[in-house]
Nanobody
Framework: QVQLVESGGGSVQAGGSLRLSCVASEYTHTTCMGWFRQAPGKAREGVANIVSSGSTNYAESVKGRFTISQDNAKNTLYLQMNRLQPEDTAMYYC??????????????????????WGQGTQVTVSS
């Protein structure tokens, strides 16, 4: 069982930056981890993921602005968000997949392969 706890959300003006953190109870049994977000009235969407090999995948809407990284020594996943825009406003969720298979790379930003989810941290960007 992997427990995920996010932090780092908050309110910021457009153009600003935030760094989200996600502490995992263990890393050794995860094949990939990721960040998803959900805005009010919208479906949950994949933002970025990082595979145990170190490869990363990003949604087109955040490429060049967001960076996903991890610190294995601290069991912590990060999402550095720069040049934030009002459309980035959402609840951000940390997620992890513990099962094997190709899904981390084949469908990196689909929600269904991930079997652990955090409670979320709110990001609000004002114009």
């Amino acid at each position: 069982q992997v427990q995920l706890v996010e932090s780092g959300g908050g309110s910021v003006q457009a153009g600003g930056s935030l760094r989200l953190s996600c502490v995992a109870s263990e890393y050794t049994h995860t094949t990939c981890m990721g960040w998803f977000r959900q805005a009010p009235g919208k479906a949950r969407e994949g933002v970025a993921n990082i595979v145990s090999s170190g490869s990363t995948n990003y949604a087109e809407s955040v490429k060049g602005r967001f960076t996903i990284s991890q610190d294995n020594a601290k069991n912590t996943l990060y999402l550095q968000m720069n040049r934030l825009q009002p459309e980035d406003t959402a609840m951000y969720y940390c997620t992890a997949r513990s099962d094997g298979g190709p899904y981390c790379n084949v469908v990196p930003l689909e929600a269904w392969p991930y079997n652990y989810w955090g409670q979320g941290t709110q990001v609000t960007v004002s114009s």
